[in-house]
């Protein structure tokens, strides 16, 4: 299939982007399962293994403010190809690293690539859709993440059970490899009218883009939602497999069944957009989300005991609702900028990992085998979160009676 061909059918060029962004999140989670492996093997720490989780969030959040504003001066092929250089890169030098101190700097060049994946798919779908078709295609992107997450940890117990850690990095590699060369004959280039470059530009855009209240209140939201999932993923292995005696197979059962959930949730979105609106959903799962953090500050307070049964069944609801709230407030906050749509969707990635950076390294610094820092961070994190939704709510408010 050459490029022309492909460009006349954005089914299929999504489809490509869905494989590319499946592949790099199973990168960040595969080795999960695997942590107190690893740091026995590599004769490590606790917290440095950790931070290998901590740096793909980082930077694949980090990474689009290079990425996203250059895609759209010079084009979303020109700047995906190169990122899916440093993936392949990045994956392989992780499979041979002698110690944490190379796995760790072999993570960071994987996922500068990584970085530019999903920030760069984003701005393609936004490239080719608008309105609900666009807000329905930006959800199945979504989707791909959730599946991609509960499929890599089950894939890297069982590699590991019978080979090594490191045949995991090896097999996404391999994968790699072979979608970067189909890319390297298919992608087109989707940008239709390319901007200069220029810094004072690209300032300007970006200063518009902060300023613009609406937008960075939705992504805030999703931001601070992402962050207490990812907070609780930082440390579930070690609360699992070493807290509470669980074997990596059904640890990544566990995984699997959570972000199956999540999968769900973002199913029940893609049907309900076809009949209610965004706004009506993200309320609406805003207010399950409450009762998230009813839960967790009652496991917190030692109202609830702190077992498995407990946190997986919060977890659970964290998760239905997630996808739903993440999906809208990406939709809405897109929905509120009409130009320079590489620049936005790399500041939503910034943004998100940013945060989910920050707390992920407060608990893991704080965290000393005892989970109240670990529930300490995600309670903060959920009560940011309805404090930003009530604060939208009456923003939102506001412009609808001005329109009256």
């Known amino acids: 299939m050459t490029a022309a061909l492909s460009h ?141 997450l509960a499929v890599a940890p089950i894939i890297g117990a069982y590699v590991a059970d019978y080979l090594s850690w490191r045949y995991n990095f090896l097999f996404l590699g391999i994968l790699q490899t072979f979608l970067l060369g189909i890319l390297l004959k298919c992608m087109p280039e989707t940008l239709q009218t390319p901007k200069t470059f220029e810094w004072r530009q690209s300032y300007q855009a ?11 209140q939705y992504v805030l939201l999703f931001a601070m939602v992402n962050a207490s999932y990812m907070v609780f993923i930082t440390h579930a292995s070690f609360i699992f497999i070493n807290g509470f005696n669980f074997s990596t197979t059904l640890f990544s059962l566990n995984q699997g069944l959570l972000v199956f959930v999540y999968f769900l949730g973002l199913v029940f979105y893609r049907w309900f957009v076809k009949y209610v609106n965004v706004p009506s959903i993200l309320n609406t799962s805003m207010l399950i989300y409450v009762v998230y953090g009813v839960l967790v500050c009652a496991v917190l307070a030692g109202l609830l005991p702190f077992n498995p049964v407990s946190i997986i069944g919060t977890m659970l609801i964290s998760c239905l609702v997630s996808g739903p709230i993440i999906t809208s407030c990406n939709s809405l906050a897109l929905a509120s900028c009409h130009d320079y749509l590489g620049t936005s969707s790399a500041t939503i990635e910034f943004t998100i990992g940013s945060v989910a950076g920050v707390f992920m390294f407060l608990s893991s610094y704080f965290f000393n085998d005892s989970i109240v820092p670990v529930y300490t961070v995600i309670a903060t994190t959920v009560l940011l979160s309805i404090g930003i939704w009530f604060n939208l709510t009456e923003t939102s408010s506001m412009k609808e009676e001005q329109k009256v």
């Not at 190809?81 to 190379?102: H, K």
């Not at 970006?206 to 960075?216: A, Q, W």
């Open 8 to 148: 006349k059918n954005p089914e299929f060029i999504i489809s490509l982007l869905i494989i590319s962004n499946i592949l790099g999140s199973m990168s960040m989670d595969i080795h999960l399962p695997l942590a107190p492996t690893i740091m026995v093997d590599l004769d490590t720490t606790k917290f440095m293994v950790q931070l290998m989780f901590i740096i793909s969030t980082v930077l694949t959040t980090t990474a689009p403010l290079f990425w996203g504003p250059l895609s759209d001066c010079y084009g979303r092929r020109r700047l995906f190809l190169p990122a899916c250089y440093f993936m392949v890169i990045g994956q392989f030098g992780c499979a041979v690293s002698p110690t944490i101190e190379w796995l760790l700097f072999m993570r960071v060049v994987q996922y500068l690539g990584v970085g530019a994946i999903l920030t760069v798919a984003m701005a393609v779908i936004c490239d080719l859709y608008q309105g609900t078709a666009r807000a329905k295609k930006l959800a199945l992107l979504e989707m791909s993440m959730p599946f991609a």
């Open 206 to 216: 970006l200063s518009s883009i902060l300023t613009n209240r609406l937008f960075m």
